[in-house]
């Protein structure tokens, strides 16, 4: 755990799938986590690095969004009051309980441990900007709005010009370009947006290294125009008529040669025809359709079976209607 100003620290573990970053925040009588962890060892981990840099209560916990990795052991801080937006607690509450058993099927001991990992719904919401005001700290909550997720914050200290971003960025192996198959295309704003935070700190969602203003600037206009020709290419095979199942088979993989090639790149492509399907039907993010049925066939191109092919779905219990938003 790295302390980046006084109080301030971020609990960074290696670049791999389901193990994310967390935060932790110091103050005068009290201290805010951000994000918990997938399972029992990471979360026990971080609570063991808290314990060597402060004994004051954990009052609050922020989860930047609902994605399994920072949110399934929340409850390894009853009495902290969980915050998120209105939008990433009602999909926290889509994290059906077989949610668990899916994953424990596609990622067996000793590859992933879902050990001690539960749904637990946050505590408080709200949408816009939150304020938690600790003394002479200030700790913003900010929604940024749809992007990796249907709703991802930051958490930003202006005075020590610190922001945790969660997974709008990640800088490991797996999201070398972004992943917005649960989001939108609005990630495009978002990411010049952060880019214009007056800060010199910028801790990803995963990844274990903390990016300087200069870097998350790189970031963030290697993202823009990766998105942009993305939606580009996109476009051109909707116009088609060309379903998004089709489309990440069809696209143009040379236009994306300077992030990889369409074994690297194919699950991520296929995730963002989707979104990008939805925004040209004028959809909001993840559409008014059958989004738990999509988000399991996004899911699927991520486990390639044995004969080089994909599976056309994986079942993670997403099968109950969704609300129209």
């Not at 539960?118 to 940024?144: A, H, N, S, V």
Request: proline fraction near 5%; glycine fraction near 6%; include cysteine.
């Amino acid at each position: 755990m790295k302390e980046m100003a006084k109080g301030a620290y971020a609990f960074l573990q290696p670049p791999r799938m389901f193990q994310s970053n967390s935060g932790l925040i110091v103050g005068k009588k009290w201290a805010t986590v951000i994000d918990s962890q997938t399972n029992k060892y990471q979360i026990e981990s971080f609570i063991n690095k808290i314990k060597n840099v402060t004994d004051k209560p954990i009052r609050f916990l922020i989860n930047t969004h609902f994605d399994p990795d920072h949110v399934w052991t929340n409850h390894y801080f009853p009495d902290a009051a969980a915050i998120c937006t209105t939008a990433t607690r009602k999909e926290t509450l889509r994290l059906h309980p077989y949610n668990l058993v899916a994953l424990r099927k596609m990622m067996p001991e000793p590859l992933m441990s879902f050990d001690g990992a539960k749904m637990t719904p946050q505590d408080m919401t709200f949408d816009g900007t939150l304020t938690i005001y600790d003394g002479e700290r200030e700790i913003q909550i900010i929604d940024m709005g749809a992007a990796h997720t249907i709703s991802d914050t930051v958490v930003y200290l202006p005075k020590e010009k610190i922001v945790y971003c969660g997974d709008i960025v990640m800088i490991d192996k797996e999201n070398r370009v972004p992943s917005i198959g649960k989001g939108s295309y609005h990630m495009i704003e978002v990411m010049e947006k952060l880019a214009n935070f007056d800060a010199e700190q910028f801790v990803p969602g995963h990844g274990n290294a903390i990016l300087t203003r200069e870097e998350i600037m790189q970031k963030a206009n290697e993202a823009v125009e990766f998105l942009l020709v993305m939606r580009e290419e996109a476009r051109k095979l909707f116009n088609k008529g060309i379903t998004y199942k089709k489309a990440a088979d069809k696209i143009n993989y040379s236009k994306f040669k300077k992030w990889g090639d369409k074994d690297t790149l194919y699950p991520i492509i296929f995730g963002n025809c989707a979104r990008a399907w939805s925004e040209f039907k004028g959809e909001l993010p993840l559409g008014k359709h059958d989004k738990g049925t999509e988000l399991e066939e996004i899911m699927a191109k991520r486990q390639r079976n044995a004969d080089g092919t994909y599976p056309d779905r994986i079942d993670l219990g997403y099968n109950r209607p969704w609300e129209d938003w």
